[in-house]
Antibody, heavy 116, light 107 residues
Framework: QVQLQQSGAELAKPGSSVKISCKASGYTFTSYYISWIKQTTGQGLEYIGY????????NYNEKFKGKATLTVDKSSSTAFMQLSSLTPDDSAVYYCARGHTMGMGWGQGVMVTVSS | DTVMTQSPASMSTSVGERVTVNCKASQSVGTVVAWFQQKPGQSPKRLIY???NRHTGVPDRFTGSGFGRDFTLTISNVEAEDLAVYYCLQYDSIPYTFGAGTKLELK
């Protein structure tokens, strides 16, 4: 059974960073890209970018360059997204999804709250 | 960036009715459009890809249509389980962009 299991909720202070994970199971990890998506009540769904899980190559939405850094650890079939220099505007639910078009299953989402 | 203007923002319908959700792209995206369903408390799930193709396991009461700039998701014979927010997505060019969503409520 294909699963994307994301890490738990994060409470972070402004200016800090968080790194959230997305562990894949039930399929060959390197056969599908992993995409990352931000969901807020105000802005809806925003595409952050994707990572080629085989090569590590990335493609970012310009808006998230410098904010999000996508990496993978093939040995553990896990994708990561680090969010840096956090502000309250980064408070959101962050999803990983299988495939660059997000059609092959999503993780359960991680709520990130940025507050002092 | 390609803006996806989705309408209506919300709609109320009854079981057994037919509803349509529309998305208009700010520039042509060919057929590179998908539709997602997000039920309360759940992650989004893809219903339609390449404008007209149902994802595996999606009931045939969900139909996608359109080309170029105008796209439609039609739900025929609405069921209670269809209560959700529906989003369109263009993946023709980076950044991929979503519509703002349509909330389907049942009367």
């Amino acid at each position: 059974q294909v699963q994307l299991q994301q890490s738990g909720a994060e409470l972070a202070k402004p200016g800090s960073s968080v790194k959230i994970s997305c562990k894949a199971s039930g399929y060959t990890f390197t056969s599908y890209y992993i995409s990352w998506i931000k969901q807020t009540t105000g802005q809806g769904l925003e595409y952050i970018g994707y990572i080629n899980t085989g090569s590590g190559g990335t493609n970012y939405n310009e808006k998230f360059k410098g904010k999000a850094t996508l990496t993978v650890d093939k040995s553990s079939s896990t994708a990561f997204m680090q969010l840096s220099s956090l502000t309250p505007d980064d408070s959101a639910v962050y999803y990983c999804a299988r495939g660059h078009t997000m059609g092959m299953g999503w993780g359960q989402g991680v709520m990130v709250t940025v507050s002092s | 960036d390609t803006v996806m203007t989705q309408s209506p923002a919300s709609m109320s319908t009854s079981v057994g009715e037919r509803v349509t959700v529309n998305c208009k792209a700010s520039q042509s995206v060919g057929t590179v459009v998908a539709w997602f369903q997000q039920k309360p408390g759940q992650s989004p799930k893809r219903l339609i890809y390449l404008a007209t193709n149902r994802h595996t396991g999606v009931p045939d009461r969900f139909t996608g249509s359109g080309f170029g700039r105008d796209f439609t998701l039609t739900i025929s014979n609405v069921e209670a389980e269809d209560l959700a927010v529906y989003y369109c997505l263009q993946y023709d060019s980076i950044p991929y962009t979503f519509g703002a969503g349509t909330k389907l409520e049942l009367k």
